[in-house]
C-alpha cells in the first residue's frame, strides 16, 4: 500500500518556489516526452537518465518559447522565469481555434449616430478586449500582435523542473534515485575520527565510468562539510570542481560544459570534514563504563538503509556496487577494524597510527560498508581458510566464547550447504555497547548488540538460542544480500525472508537441542496477526521515500518472507528441490543485484519433476499482493469443497478485495495424521476446488504442521469434530497443529466467523496439554483480551478473565519448578506458565519468586536465578518500592547482558507512577539506560494499567525526540507506536490517537504503522462491541 499520493507527494518535495509558479499557472501542457516525442519533433532528445528512470509520478512540464527574435523586455521576463525555475508550457497558434476573438473588425462604410444603448455595449466590448489583451501579453506562450501568437522555437532546449541547491544554482537533478549515467567501480576511503571532539575530516576518491554520456555527476553526501573536490577525467590533469547540493533529498553533484561521453573513466575526489553522529546511523560515536567506572568512547557505523552518504560521498543505494579500500587513523591505545583484513600500519607525524585495510575481493553495495574505532579485545579461531573472531570490550572477553563456537559451526555449515565458500579471508563478529539494530551483516565486519552476541557459560539455553538465532541470521546474509543483493529495497524481503528462513532451518540441523521449531511457528503466527490488517503491504512492494524505506524493516519482509519460504520448500518435491534452487540462484547472481522473479525463474529451471511446477507462477501471488488467503472448509460425504477469500481484518465496510493465491493446501485425517508420510497435497489455484476423501473419513486438519501462510476455517461440522477429537486425545494432532487450530480460532473470532463461545469450546481440550506451542498460543491470545479488558477497567469481567485462565492452567501452573531446567522447550513452556502465574498474581507463584529475589539479593548474585525465570522473578520484585529500588542498584552493576535487559523488564513492570515517570526519561536521556533500550522499556511499561497512559503520554511530549534517535518509520519507531496503541479499544482513544498523529504532518502522520495503529483500535473496538455479552455469559 502506498501511503504517500503521488501528486501531492511530487508537489510537497517542489522548492517553494516552484510551488508558488505551480498557483499562478492555469491547466498545463502535461507532455510524456520519453513516450510523445514525435509531439515536439525539433527539439533534442532527453538525457538518457530522465527517458528511462522517470517515475509515473514525475513528468516533466514543459512550455515552448516563442519566435527567435524576441524584443529586449522579452528576453527580460524569459529571464526571469528561468531565475524563478519555470519551464515553459508550448502554446502554439497552431493549437488555437481559428474562431478567435481577437481578428481585426472592418470599418463600417458610413456612420450614424450610436444610441445610449450601442454606446454601453461598446464600452463593455472594449473592456473585455483590452482586459484579455492585457493577459495574453502577461502569458508567456502569445502575444497580441499584428502575428498573431508566435510560433514554437524549434532551438530551445527542454529543461526540467529542477530544485534548488545550497548555494542558489540549480541543482541537475530532481529525482530520489540516482541517475545510471555513472557507475562507481572503486572507493578509496581515508578518515580521521577525533574521538575527542567528535569530528571527523576525510577524504573519498571514487573511480567511475561513463555508462552513457552526460554532463552531470549526481551522489549522495549528508551532513558532510565538503571542502575540496577535484575532477579527473582519463588521463588528464585534475581540477577543481564545484560541488552542489540538495539537502532535502541527501544528494550532491557536479555539472560540466562539456559531455563525459559513455565509455570515459574519471575520478572524482572530495575532501569533507563532518561531526560524528549522536544518532544511531552513520559513523556514530558511542561509549560505555569500564569496570573501574571510566567512560570510554569509541566510534562505530550503521550504514544500512540509507546512512552510508553520513560517513562518505557515495553512490547510496543498493545497485551500486564497487570495491573499497578504507584507511583510518586512530590512537595507539585503540584499534581499528573494517571489511577486510589489515594491511599495514603506519605512524604519521601527529603520533597517530594510520591502519590501511586491503581492498575488498568482492564487489559491495555502500550499506555493507563498516569500520570500528574502539578499544576491544578479540578471541578468534580458523574456519575453512577463514579467521573468525569475536570482538567485545576486555571485561567481557569471556561472555564471547559460546559466539565463537556457533559462528564457526554455523560458517561451516552455509559453505556446505550454498556450495559457495565463505569469500573473505575473516569475518570479525563485533558487539557493540551502544547499538540499535539487533545486529548488522556487514560483510566481513558483522556488528551486535552486546545482548545479542554475549552470553556466559552459566546463562540458560534460551539466552544461548537468542544469540545463536540473531549470529545464524547475520551470517546467512553474508550469502543473501551480499553475494547476491536486491537491486532496490522494495525487494528487501529478497536479503531478509531469506536469511530469517535459513536463520531457523540451520539451526534446526546444527543445534537441534535449541529446539528453535517453537520459536519459528510462534514467529509466524504473529506474521499473519500484522499481514490480517488492510495497513498491511505486499511482501514486494513500491518504495519511494527514505521513510518508506525504513518501514520495509518489519515482519512482513523478515517472518512473512520466510513463512512462504518454508511453504515453498514443503510444498516441492524431493528433499533437495529447494536447496538445488537457491545454489542456482546465488551462482548464477553472484556478485549482481536481483529482483523476485530471477529467485522464481532459478527455481523453476532446476524443478525437474514429472509436476513441471511453475514456480514463479505458484509464487507470485503470494509476494505481489499483500495479505493471505482464508481457506473454507465445507464437505458432504466422500466430496469437499474448498475456497479461498481475502483474509482481511476491516474495520470498515469495505467489500473483500478479489486476490487469488496459488495456495499449496496440505491436510491430513482421521486415519493417518502424524507422520510427514500422511500429509496429502491439493493445489487450490482458484476461487473454489473440490478433493474427494473416503466416507469413513471423520475430521480433516489442513495446513499441516502450519507450513502453509494461510487460514482455514472447518465451519460449524469441522470444527465440532476437531474439538471431539482432541477432547478425546491430545495426541490425535501434532503440536505444531494444535497450536496452529488454536491461532486460526481467535483470528476468525476477531474477523466475526466464529462466536467466542467456540473458541472457549476448543480450549476445554487444554486441560489435558502439556506441549509448549499450544500453550504458549493459547496464553498469549488469552492475555491479549485480559489487557483489553483491563484497559477498558471492566473490572468484573477482568476478574472473571482471571479465574478462567487460572481455573483452565492452573494444573499444569503447579507444576512447575524453580530449579533449572536443560530442555529449552521446557524453559519455554514454564516461562510463559509463571509470567502469566505470577502476573495474574496467583499466590504460589508470587511466593516463589519473592523467595528467589531475596535469596539472589543477599548472596550478592552468587546464588543464580535460573535464565528463563529471571524476568518473572525480577517483575514480581519490581512491584516492591523497597526491592525495585534494589533491583535498580542491581541493574547498574550487572556484566551478564542477558540478565541486565531481564532486570530492565522488571524494573519497567512497576505500578508506582514517579518510577514509571523516572524509567521513561530515563530511557530517553540514555546515561543509565541506554536509549536503544528505550522501545523495550515502553513495550513494558504499556503492559501495566499504570504504565499505558504514562506512555502514551510520554510519546506525544517527547515526539520530536524520539524521531530525532530513531529515524522515522524505523522498526524502533514502529515497536513505540504499537506498544502504546494495540490495547486501545474506545472511541475516545482513537480519536486522542488520531488527533495527535494527523497533527505530526511530515514528522510521522504518514507513517503505516499509524494506519496500523488506528486500524487495530478500530477491531478492538468491534471485537468487544460484539464480545463483551458473550464474554460476561460464558466466564
Request: charged share 20%; net charge negative; with cysteine.
Amino acid at each position: 500500500m502506498d501511503l504517500f499520493d503521488s501528486n501531492s507527494a511530487d508537489r510537497a518535495n517542489l522548492p517553494r518556489n516552484m510551488i508558488e509558479n505551480s498557483m499562478f499557472e492555469e491547466e498545463p501542457d502535461v507532455v510524456d516526452l520519453a513516450k510523445d516525442s514525435a509531439a515536439f519533433p525539433a527539439f533534442p532528445a532527453l538525457d538518457p537518465d530522465e527517458v528511462a528512470y522517470e517515475p509515473r509520478s514525475s513528468r516533466l512540464l514543459v512550455r515552448g518559447l516563442g519566435e527567435n527574435d524576441m524584443d529586449d523586455e522579452e528576453e527580460d521576463c524569459e529571464s526571469s522565469a528561468r531565475l524563478l525555475g519555470m519551464s515553459f508550457m508550448n502554446r502554439s497558434s497552431a493549437h488555437r481555434s481559428t474562431s478567435s476573438p481577437y481578428t481585426r473588425q472592418a470599418p463600417p462604410r458610413s456612420c450614424s449616430r450610436p444610441s445610449a444603448r450601442t454606446m454601453v455595449v461598446c464600452v463593455l466590448f472594449l473592456v473585455i478586449v483590452v482586459s484579455m489583451t492585457m493577459v495574453l501579453n502577461f502569458l508567456p506562450g502569445c502575444n497580441f500582435t499584428r502575428a498573431g501568437c508566435r510560433k514554437p522555437n524549434k532551438t530551445a532546449p527542454i529543461e526540467p523542473v529542477y530544485p534548488i541547491s545550497t548555494n542558489g544554482e540549480l541543482f541537475p537533478w530532481a529525482l530520489l534515485r540516482l541517475p545510471r549515467s555513472i557507475r562507481p567501480l572503486s572507493y578509496d576511503i581515508t578518515l580521521n575520527p577525533d574521538l575527542g571532539s567528535m569530528t571527523f575530516t576525510g577524504r573519498t576518491v571514487i573511480n567511475m565510468s561513463v555508462f552513457h554520456s552526460t554532463k552531470r555527476i549526481v551522489l549522495h553526501g549528508a551532513n558532510l562539510n565538503i571542502t575540496k573536490a577535484t575532477f579527473k577525467l582519463g588521463d588528464g590533469q585534475a581540477s577543481n570542481v564545484t560541488v552542489l547540493e540538495y539537502k532535502p533529498n541527501q544528494q550532491i553533484a557536479v555539472k560540466f560544459s562539456q559531455e563525459l561521453k559513455t565509455g570515459q573513466y574519471c575520478v572524482l575526489t572530495l575532501d569533507y570534514s563532518a561531526s560524528l553522529s549522536h544518532t544511531y546511523d552513520g559513523f556514530y560515536n558511542s561509549s560505555y563504563t569500564d569496570k573501574d567506572g571510566n567512560k570510554r568512547v569509541l566510534a562505530a557505523t550503521q550504514f544500512e538503509p540509507l546512512s552510508a552518504r553520513k560517513a562518505f560521498p557515495c553512490f547510496d543505494e543498493p545497485a551500486f556496487k564497487a570495491t573499497f579500500l578504507i584507511k583510518i587513523s586512530r590512537k595507539s591505545n585503540y584499534i581499528s577494524l573494517s571489511n577486510m583484513p589489515k594491511a599495514k600500519s603506519t605512524v604519521l607525524p601527529n603520533g597517530l597510527v594510520q591502519d590501511e585495510f586491503e581492498r575488498t575481493s568482492v564487489n559491495m553495495s555502500t550499506y555493507l560498508v563498516a569500520f570500528v574505532v574502539a578499544d576491544f579485545s578479540p578471541i578468534s579461531k580458523n574456519v575453512s581458510e577463514t579467521l573468525v573472531s569475536v570482538y567485545s570490550v576486555p571485561e567481557k572477553k569471556e561472555h564471547a566464547v559460546y559466539a565463537l563456537e556457533t559462528g564457526s559451526k554455523l560458517l561451516e555449515f552455509y559453505n556446505n550447504f550454498f556450495e559457495i565458500n565463505y569469500p573473505l579471508k575473516k569475518l570479525d563478529l563485533v558487539a557493540i555497547p551502544d547499538f540499535l539494530a539487533g545486529a548488522m551483516e556487514n560483510w566481513g565486519l558483522i556488528t551486535f548488540r552486546e545482548t545479542t552476541l554475549l552470553v556466559g557459560n552459566e546463562s540458560s539455553p534460551l539466552d544461548k538460542q537468542v544469540v545463536a538465532s540473531v549470529v545464524a541470521h547475520e551470517l546467512a546474509h553474508q550469502w543473501f544480500g551480499n553475494l547476491v543483493t536486491m537491486s532496490w529495497w522494495n525487494d528487501l524481503w529478497l536479503n531478509e525472508g531469506f536469511a530469517t528462513y535459513m536463520q531457523y532451518m540451520s539451526l534446526q540441523t546444527v543445534f537441534p537441542q535449541l529446539d528453535i521449531g517453537n520459536l519459528f511457528l510462534s514467529v509466524r503466527f504473529r506474521a499473519m496477526d500484522k499481514d490480517a490488517l488492510n495497513s498491511s503491504h505486499a511482501v514486494s512492494t513500491e518504495v519511494n521515500t527514505p521513510e518508506q524505506v525504513e518501514e520495509m524493516f518489519d515482519s512482513v519482509s523478515y517472518e512473512k518472507g520466510a513463512s512462504i519460504l518454508l511453504m515453498l520448500n514443503a510444498s516441492l518435491p524431493g528433499d533437495q528441490q529447494f536447496r538445488k534452487g537457491i545454489i542456482q540462484y546465488l551462482k548464477q547472481f553472484s556478485g549482481l543485484n536481483t529482483e523476485t522473479d530471477d529467485l522464481w525463474n532459478s527455481l523453476t529451471e532446476v524443478e525437474l519433476s514429472t509436476q513441471h511446477l511453475n514456480v514463479s507462477e505458484m509464487m507470485s501471488s503470494w509476494t505481489s499482493q499483500k495479505g493471505f488467503p482464508l481457506v473454507t472448509v465445507s464437505r458432504k460425504g466422500d466430496q469437499v469443497e474448498l475456497t479461498q477469500e481475502h483474509f482481511l481484518l476491516t474495520s470498515d465496510k469495505a467489500t473483500h478485495s478479489s486476490s487469488l493465491w496459488n495456495i499449496p493446501v496440505t491436510y491430513v485425517n482421521d486415519s493417518c495424521s502424524l507422520a510427514p508420510e500422511c500429509r496429502q497435497l491439493f493445489t487450490l489455484k482458484n476461487k473454489s476446488g473440490s478433493l474427494k476423501v473416503p466416507a469413513s473419513v471423520k475430521w480433516l486438519k489442513l495446513n499441516y504442521r502450519n507450513t502453509g501462510f494461510y487460514i482455514v476455517h472447518y465451519g460449524d461440522e469441522g470444527w465440532a469434530a476437531l474439538i471431539s477429537a482432541l477432547s478425546q486425545n491430545v495426541s490425535v494432532l501434532t503440536h505444531e497443529d494444535r497450536a496452529s487450530l488454536i491461532h486460526n480460532i481467535f483470528a476468525l473470532s476477531r474477523l466475526g466467523r466464529v462466536s467466542f463461545h467456540l473458541v472457549l469450546n476448543l480450549l476445554n481440550y487444554m486441560s489435558n496439554e502439556t506441549e509448549t506451542a499450544p500453550v504458549t498460543e493459547a496464553l498469549l491470545q488469552l492475555n491479549t483480551i485480559y489487557r483489553l479488558l483491563d484497559k477498558r477497567q471492566e473490572s468484573a469481567l477482568v476478574a472473571r478473565m482471571k479465574n478462567y485462565i487460572l481455573k483452565a492452567f492452573g494444573s499444569l501452573m503447579n507444576k512447575q519448578t524453580w530449579v533449572e531446567e536443560e530442555s529449552v522447550s521446557k524453559q519455554e513452556l514454564r516461562s510463559a506458565l509463571l509470567r502469566t502465574a505470577c502476573s495474574l498474581k496467583e499466590e504460589n507463584c508470587i511466593q516463589h519468586a519473592q523467595s528467589l529475589f531475596k535469596q539472589y539479593a543477599e548472596s550478592n548474585g552468587t546464588i543464580r536465578i535460573p535464565g528463563d525465570l529471571q524476568e518473572v522473578v525480577f517483575t514480581v520484585a519490581a512491584q516492591s518500592e523497597r526491592d525495585w529500588a534494589t533491583l535498580l542498584n542491581m541493574y547498574s552493576k550487572a556484566t551478564y547482558d542477558s540478565e541486565k535487559r531481564k532486570m530492565l523488564r522488571g524494573l519497567a513492570s512497576t505500578q508506582d507512577t514517579q518510577s514509571l515517570v523516572w524509567i521513561l526519561k530515563a530511557g530517553l536521556n540514555g546515561d543509565i539506560i541506554q536509549t536503544p533500550e528505550l522501545p523495550l522499556v515502553i513495550a513494558t511499561v504499556c503492559n501495566g494499567f499504570a504504565g499505558y497512559l504514562f506512555a502514551w503520554d510520554f510519546i506525544q511530549q517527547n515526539w520530536d525526540s524520539l524521531i530525532e534517535k530513531f529515524p522515522v518509520g524505523s522498526f524502533a519507531i514502529q515497536t513505540i507506536i504499537k506498544s502504546a496503541t494495540s490495547q486501545l479499544s474506545t472511541q475516545a482513544h482513537l480519536l486522542q490517537v488520531q488527533t495527535f498523529f494527523s497533527s505530526l504532518k511530515e514528522r510521522g502522520s504518514q507513517m503505516r504503522s499509524v494506519q496500523e495503529a488506528l486500524e487495530t483500535i478500530r477491531l478492538n473496538q468491534r471485537w468487544m462491541d460484539q464480545n463483551l455479552p458473550t464474554l460476561q455469559k460464558w466466564l
